[in-house]
């Protein structure tokens, strides 16, 4: 429980953060649009060479020192974006950010399959990703209050008393934790290390994942200034927005802990793609606010039903004695995702509209989604 407890609270930190940094960037930084791609694009960019890094040259016995480093570097990061003067520290202090949540994020899940034995094994990371649905929820809910009752910087030290919180619990869950494994260093790799890349369950959980990690990194980085431009909502209402759209993800998630059969998963992974690549498709030509929020929120099936499923199709079929290495391989595809939709946006948004730049992110996820309806038919 400590170990989903902690999966929640980092969570929260880094989504707070995230669904306010648009907004940070542009009022106290004089941000271009240009600028809000790029502070996303190397937040995650770095989380994904950082997980590469670590799952390919650091040993898996120290799981528990990389998930208490990755906790620090996120409370460090997140101070000192109230006290940094200047875009370009920002920029570095998103670098330094990633990194954090790409050792914490990922050393928690691998640990849920670690501390459990059995058929519980997938139960527990089912409750990891559940709770990771709730930090999804409470990080827009802080940033809501937050910016209601103060302003963004005093919202960000509300968020740096949670990831202290946080890890005091990754210290209480992994204090007993002692996992023994080979060192794992370059010259000792075999290409039989990676044949987990060719195998079915692995395609589809990161092609699908990154797939939507295109529409979720261009929703953070551009939904806050578009919706504050064409409807003229101010903090408050944008952050409750991003709330109503995490509160489906939890909804879809709670589903996942009851139920985890394959053919099952297989459905709704095919039905939540579809649903959110559609809707992020028509998102921006919305006329009326209410419309708006109804397809923003049915983007969040994909964010309840994508990360968990494919996660649970990882832990049932990955060796376990490759688990943190592949495990790492595997959240890059999110974060190469997060990075690309950002970074395509801020190249072409200069000069289209933001109605055809969620457009076209949404026809590449198209185009990606379509081998994945084939590999799953032989999962």
Not at 18 to 32: E, P, R, T, V
Not at 135 to 164: A, E, S
Request: hydrophobic share 55%; net charge positive.
């Amino acid at each position: 429980m400590a170990n989903s407890i902690t999966s929640a609270l980092i969570v929260t930190s880094t989504q707070a953060v995230n669904a306010l940094m648009s907004l940070f960037a542009i009022q106290y930084f004089n941000a271009s649009n240009s600028d809000l791609g790029y502070l996303f694009t190397l937040f995650f960019l770095t989380s994904a060479f950082s997980k590469i890094l670590s799952g390919l040259f650091i040993s898996q016995k120290y799981l528990k020192r990389i998930f208490l480093l990755g906790i620090f570097f996120i409370t460090y990061s997140i101070l000192m974006y109230n006290v940094i003067s200047s875009l370009e520290l920002l920029l570095m202090f998103r670098i330094l950010h990633g990194i954090g949540f790409a050792f914490a994020n990922t050393a928690c899940l691998t640990l849920a399959s670690f501390i459990v034995e059995g058929s519980l094994k997938s139960y527990s990371v089912s409750m990891v990703t559940a709770f990771n649905a709730i930090g999804l929820i409470l990080g827009p809910l802080i940033g809501t209050l937050g910016t209601f009752f103060f302003d963004i910087p005093t919202t960000f030290t509300i968020v740096l008393i949670i990831v202290v919180i946080s890890f005091l619990f990754a210290f209480y869950a992994s204090k007993n934790f002692k996992l023994e494994a080979a060192d794992v260093v370059f010259y000792k790799m075999r290409v039989n290390d990676f044949l987990f890349l060719k195998e079915k369950w692995f395609i589809v959980s990161i092609l699908s994942y990154f797939a939507y990690a295109l529409i979720y990194g261009t929703i953070i980085s551009y939904i806050p200034p578009f919706i504050k431009q064409k409807f003229g909502l101010n903090d408050y209402n944008i952050t409750t927005l991003f709330l109503i759209f995490f509160i489906l993800s939890l909804l879809s998630r709670v589903i996942l802990v009851k139920r985890n059969g394959l053919e099952f998963l297989k459905k709704k992974l095919i039905f939540s793609l579809s649903i959110s690549i559609l809707m992020f498709g028509l998102i921006s030509f919305s006329g009326h606010l209410e419309i708006f929020i109804l397809e923003f929120a049915l983007i969040g099936l994909g964010h309840g039903f994508v990360y968990p499923i494919t996660a649970l199709f990882i832990s049932k079929n990955a060796p376990s004695e490759k688990l943190y290495m592949i495990n790492t391989v595997y959240f890059t595809s999110f974060d190469f995702g997060n990075a690309a939709g950002p970074l395509i946006a801020s190249l072409i948004i200069p000069f289209l509209p933001y109605n055809f730049v969620f457009l076209g992110v949404s026809i590449i996820s198209c185009i990606i989604f379509s081998p994945i309806i084939l590999y799953l038919k032989h999962l």
